[in-house]
């Protein structure tokens, strides 16, 4: 199962579940303090989990899917959020319209647009066509 870096183990998902409860303690300790840009870029470090494991996919969804949620200023968020976020941000963006979740869809895509007009249309390419970093 372990591919050249790939993946891990399968038996590593709870190194990878501890990672990722440990990650969203940091971002509720970021959204209490006003930070919620702070608390997405840290939702997004080391995301994708290495791993095929639905489980840790489902856990690190659910912190992403938080600090997706806090973002009340769009356009705020992108003047400190980095271009290296664009394409990960781009794969939870389209996770989170799958819920069919309403107010996560109209969140998402809020963002959406903002993130593709500045990205532009590679960044929408790019996280489609990305079929081994999936989210």
């Known amino acids: 199962m372990a591919e050249t870096g790939q993946f891990v183990e399968a ?3 709870e190194a990878i579940i ?3 409860e440990h990650k969203s303690r940091k971002i509720e300790t970021l959204l209490k303090q006003s930070k919620p840009v702070e608390a ?3 939702a997004l470090e080391g995301s994708p989990p290495k791993t095929p494991d639905e ?3 489902s856990a690190n969804w ?3 899917h938080r600090a997706i949620m806090a973002i009340k200023d769009v356009d705020g968020m992108f003047s400190s959020l980095d271009p290296e976020y664009y394409d990960i941000l781009m794969k939870y963006l389209y996770r989170g ?3 069919g979740d309403r107010p996560t869809c109209d969140q998402c895509l ?3 647009e903002k993130l593709t007009e500045r990205a532009g249309l590679g960044c929408i390419l790019r996280s489609l066509a990305d079929t081994v970093n999936t989210v």
């Open 11 to 13: 038996d590593n998902a």
């Open 18 to 20: 501890t990672r990722i």
């Open 40 to 42: 997405l870029k840290t």
């Open 55 to 57: 489980r840790c996919k």
């Open 62 to 64: 659910i912190v992403v």
């Open 97 to 99: 319209l799958s819920t």
């Open 110 to 112: 809020r963002i959406h």
